[in-house]
């Protein structure tokens, strides 16, 4: 049986809010967090030589910018600014690596832009840098394009060390993928599935968006018949963020042919619900995964994390960042890097850490950040967190909870008892709403508009 939402819910819930991979959440940072800041947090890290990290690695470039796209992508003028752009990455993992030596990474990920838009000298030399600066091992996994993959590409990525791959489909129907300018046919994505599994990764994934352009239930179905029949071992369906304010390349995009957001929602269910019936496990917000898979397995044994690359088994570790737009978190302290190419260049040109903001964590926020986190991985939270305040109790520790959370129970999104409080089949599609209750940042309404919506 699957939960029902009614237009009416949905309207009472359907507002602005966070994903929280971190807490406090990046609108919370400062730009009074700077460099010397984070190689502070560094050198806390280099004290702890034993300490194992997490890596991750934006590689922005891509063939061309699709409509729709969120992310911090950058499309070169020529193939050579992305030697330029190695040339940067290679300083500045100089600059990380001189602090904190040469760390054990059990986790790196290459996101982007598209890390495969790099021909196979580029691919080589960027492992190349990480792997003689750091010792690799476990989860390496790193985001492709389909459309950008040579037909032998998985086959060298396998070769270099990477065996988790997640792949970017969107939607498979052709008058979406105009819409949002990605045509993508149908035999690029199963050729490059193909070879994926020819070359033996562990894991595939593959990306798809819902409230997309043009998309209706029956459109979306046929999609995620499509993705089914591809049967890969983790999908990502990510709620489509129409920001043009902060992405104007968005603004192409008609709103008039975006679904409404009742429709939206229901492309959202209708996701959850055909996924679910066809085997896999819904896993916190957006991913899906097959009940074998790492992430299902960690899920059922409460032992799944969070941080910014999504959900993951390992228990939170320090994360390294490098390139433009990285987010890190060390030793209780976040940081980004200069958004744009140019300006993270010229930051690490000039010798320094190009860090542009950040935050360094009260025990409030620890507290609360251990209370989200495991709320958005667990599905429920009890009073007595161990891993927020050992002997304390949530209650006592955010004034007022009980009277935000009353609510949520009467419209059955939770329920709530001396030990604390579970989520409903109802409420995991408002999961978002109730991490929220927890936010310090969001009472004073202040960082609501730059968020894209709940559901
Ligand atoms: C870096 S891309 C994946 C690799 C490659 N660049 C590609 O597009 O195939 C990361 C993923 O973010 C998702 N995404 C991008 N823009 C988005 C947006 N505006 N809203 C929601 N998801 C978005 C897409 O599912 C996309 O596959
Ligand atoms: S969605 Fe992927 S391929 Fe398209 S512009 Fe964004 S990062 Fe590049």
């Given at each position: 049986m699957h939960a029902r939402v009614t237009p009416e819910l949905l309207q009472r819930l359907d507002r602005p809010g966070p994903r929280y991979?971190?807490?406090?959440?990046?609108?919370?940072?400062?730009?009074?967090?700077?460099p010397a800041d984070w190689r502070a947090a560094l050198i806390d890290?280099?004290?702890?030589?034993?300490?194992?990290?997490?890596?991750?690695?934006?590689?922005?470039?891509?063939?061309?910018?699709?409509?729709?796209?969120?992310?911090?992508?950058?499309?070169?003028?020529?193939?050579?600014?992305?030697?330029?752009?190695?040339?940067?990455?290679?300083?500045?993992?100089?600059?990380?690596?001189?602090?904190?030596?040469?760390?054990?990474?059990?986790?790196?990920?290459?996101?982007?832009?598209?890390?495969?838009?790099?021909?196979?000298a580029q691919l080589r030399r960027t492992w190349s840098l990480i792997a003689d600066r750091f010792e690799l091992t476990g989860e390496i996994s790193l985001e492709c394009d389909p459309r950008a993959g040579r037909a032998d590409q998985p086959h060298l990525l396998r070769e270099l060390g990477f065996n988790r791959i997640s792949l970017g489909v969107q939607d498979f129907d052709p008058r979406v993928q105009d819409?949002?300018?990605?045509?993508?046919?149908?035999?690029?994505?199963?050729?490059?599935?193909a070879a994926c599994r020819a070359a033996r990764f562990e894991s595939v994934n593959l990306d798809l968006v819902y409230g997309l352009p043009h998309q209706t239930p029956a459109v979306f179905g046929e999609s995620l018949q499509k993705v089914i029949?591809?049967?890969?071992?983790?999908?990502?369906?990510?709620g489509y963020a129409h920001v043009p304010w902060a992405k104007p390349?968005?603004?192409?995009?008609?709103p008039a042919t975006l679904p409404s957001s009742w429709e939206r929602?229901?492309?959202?269910?209708?996701?959850?619900?055909?996924?679910?019936?066809?085997?896999?496990?819904?896993?916190?917000?957006?991913?899906?995964?097959?009940?074998?898979?790492?992430?299902?397995?960690?899920?059922?044994?409460?032992?799944?994390?969070?941080?910014?690359?999504?959900?993951?088994?390992?228990?939170?570790?320090?994360?390294?960042?490098?390139?433009?737009?990285?987010?890190?978190?060390?030793?209780?302290?976040?940081?980004?890097?200069?958004?744009?190419?140019?300006?993270?260049?010229?930051?690490?040109?000039?010798?320094?850490?190009?860090?542009?903001?950040?935050?360094?964590?009260?025990?409030?926020?620890?507290?609360?950040?251990?209370?989200?986190?495991?709320?958005?991985?667990?599905?429920?939270?009890?009073?007595d967190l161990p891993a927020a305040l050992p002997g304390r109790s949530v209650l006592d520790l955010v004034p007022g909870v009980m009277d935000q959370l009353a609510p949520l129970a009467v419209e059955g999104l939770i329920t709530l008892d001396d030990a604390g409080l579970q989520v409903t089949a109802l409420g995991r599609y408002f999961l978002r709403n109730v991490a929220m209750v927890f936010d310090a940042y969001l009472a004073t309404g202040e960082h609501e508009p730059r968020y894209s919506r709940t559901v």
């Open positions: 991979t971190s807490y406090p959440t990046v609108p919370a940072w400062t730009a009074a967090f700077g890290l280099a004290s702890q030589p034993r300490r194992e990290v997490s890596l991750y690695v934006h590689l922005p470039y891509c063939v061309k910018r699709c409509h729709y796209c969120g992310c911090n992508a950058a499309i070169p003028e020529r193939r050579a600014d992305v030697d330029r752009y190695l040339d940067h990455l290679e300083r500045e993992l100089d600059l990380v690596a001189a602090v904190v030596g040469r760390r054990k990474v059990v986790q790196m990920h290459w996101g982007g832009g598209t890390p495969n838009f790099q021909t196979d819409a949002i300018g990605r045509r993508q046919p149908e035999q690029v994505t199963r050729r490059f599935v029949d591809l049967a890969p071992d983790r999908l990502a369906v990510f390349h968005q603004a192409v995009i008609d929602f229901a492309l959202y269910q209708q996701a959850v619900e055909t996924l679910s019936d066809a085997g896999y496990v819904w896993i916190g917000l957006d991913h899906f995964a097959r009940p074998g898979d790492d992430l299902a397995i960690a899920l059922g044994e409460r032992r799944l994390h969070r941080n910014f690359m999504g959900y993951t088994t390992r228990p939170s570790l320090d994360m390294l960042a490098v390139g433009n737009s990285a987010i890190g978190e060390v030793c209780d302290r976040f940081a980004q890097n200069a958004t744009l190419v140019g300006a993270y260049e010229a930051s690490v040109a000039s010798g320094d850490l190009p860090v542009v903001k950040g935050l360094r964590l009260t025990d409030d926020d620890r507290f609360r950040r251990a209370v989200i986190l495991h709320l958005m991985c667990n599905l429920e939270l009890p009073w």
